[in-house]
């Protein structure tokens, strides 16, 4: 090709001739039901292997090589490649796996039939994200079948367990899958994605002293405990219940105090998702008997969906926490002896925050690329998180472009085939750009 405008259109015919490449394959795939087994257990919806075969086998045909490996048992990650150098290397992702499809009486379509109606195509995974899978497999191929020779080194990345924390895409990282920048597929609604905040599961564990209920009194009451009186008990609810109310002011005080241009005002919330509290710590960290209200608890445990800024640093915000956590035991005559205990990374969950540059030259290209096609996109943040935190977080330039639809995680899932295609075409434009042609 002479120029990499040539190649641009060399592409797009491909892609053009071929429109329904994308939409096929995204079909075949959400036909295949590959519910994550962390949610269900169930060897008929488990299928993510028959996904990555069909995935292995597209990746195959353009050429790729590949390497495939199981992350847990029987749940492979596939990554095809094809050489080049790595100055210019980039890699694109997406993650087979999908959340369960819940009631199905409330689904008006069968949610792995990959039905097509109004320009939509409905199924679990359809827009989360096996469409996203579909469009990098079939710009890459498009590249292939117009016979463009690539500067830079090119990778798919095929991952499970994102819904569950991103186990694929860490283990893919761990193995040394890398590139200079990464696209990730997740649907971005038209828009190019370049941050996101980090996140954290964090366990706070509260001791208190186990009694009888009915010797609460010498508690409430300490001013008339004598020697001779029994011991009084800690309610380690008692105590939780404060800590939660300070911990909402010091949330307020964060997420007025800080802010990042890209993603929304007060972004950088701490939920207090679980509490559990009883008597006895058993050796799961969790209270041994949770039904006697006659007992006195001494233990409560709350767990933390622990959210920062995409500017933030991991271990600022945690040295912060736990300064707040110091001082808050500080203030109580118990608490000072007997400190709250903070876990960070509860269930091996920790997402880097992203925070790639707007003028980074992949996302310029991926903003004209889709406007040239008749997009409007806008570059933003993404305020969830996905797996483009765990390449963030080895540093590579990462960023979130993918199609446009509805229902994931809910009912009726369903990816706009125009914005597929728009997609796979954008897609196919800043490989080019990014990578150079020979």
């Not at 058993?282 to 006195?296: H, Q, S």
Request: hydrophobic share 40%; with cysteine; aromatic share 8%.
């Amino acid at each position: 090709m002479a120029t990499s405008e040539d190649a641009v259109k060399a592409a797009w015919k491909v892609l053009d001739a071929e429109r329904d490449y994308a939409t096929d394959l995204t079909q075949k795939l959400v036909r295949i039901p590959s519910v994550n087994p962390k949610f269900i257990k169930d060897p008929e919806q488990n299928r993510e292997p028959a996904v990555q075969d069909v995935v292995e086998g597209e990746l195959k045909s353009i050429g790729m090589s590949i390497d495939r490996w199981d992350v847990f048992e029987d749940r492979p990650n596939v990554i095809g490649q094809l050489a080049g150098s790595e100055d210019r290397s980039l890699l694109l992702c997406g993650h087979v796996d999908v959340v369960p499809i819940g009631e199905r009486a409330t689904w008006t379509v069968d949610p792995f039939g990959g039905e097509i109606k109004n320009g939509r195509l409905y199924g679990r995974g359809a827009v989360d994200m096996k469409s996203g899978v579909a469009s990098a497999i079939g710009a890459i191929r498009a590249i292939r079948k117009a016979g463009i020779e690539l500067k830079g080194r090119v990778a798919m990345h095929s991952v499970v367990d994102e819904e569950t924390g991103g186990s694929g895409a860490i283990d893919a990282v761990k193995r040394g899958y890398l590139a200079e920048a990464a696209i990730i597929t997740e649907p971005s609604w038209g828009e190019i994605q370049v941050c996101e905040g980090g996140l954290e599961w964090v366990r706070v564990t509260v001791r208190g002293r186990q009694g009888h209920a009915g010797w609460r009194y010498n508690e409430v009451w300490p001013q008339y405990h004598t020697p001779e009186r029994l011991q009084p008990g800690v309610n380690a609810i008692d105590l939780a219940v404060r800590f939660m109310e300070a911990l909402r002011h010091f949330e307020s005080a964060r997420c007025r105090s800080r802010s990042h241009p890209l993603v929304p005002a007060g972004l950088n919330t701490i939920n207090v998702g679980a509490m559990r509290a009883g008597a006895g710590l058993g050796p799961d960290g969790l209270p041994m008997i949770m039904t006697n209200p006659a007992i006195i608890p001494d233990v409560a445990v709350l767990d933390l969906d622990f959210k920062f800024l995409p500017n933030e640093k991991k271990e600022d915000v945690r040295a912060e926490f736990e300064n707040f956590v110091h001082h808050f035991c500080q203030s109580d005559m118990w608490l000072k002896d007997h400190p709250i205990k903070v876990e960070w990374e509860l269930g091996g969950l920790h997402f880097p925050p992203m925070d790639t540059p707007p003028d980074h030259p992949l996302v310029q290209s991926l903003f004209r690329r889709r406007t040239e096609l008749g997009g409007k996109p806008k570059i933003s943040g993404f305020i969830a998180v996905a797996d483009c935190a765990h390449y963030a977080g080895a540093g590579v330039k990462a960023m979130i472009c993918g199609a446009t639809g509805d229902g994931f995680h809910g009912t009726d899932e369903y990816v706009d085939i125009a914005s597929l295609e728009e997609t796979t075409k954008t897609l196919a434009a800043a490989i080019i750009d990014w990578c150079g042609v020979r």
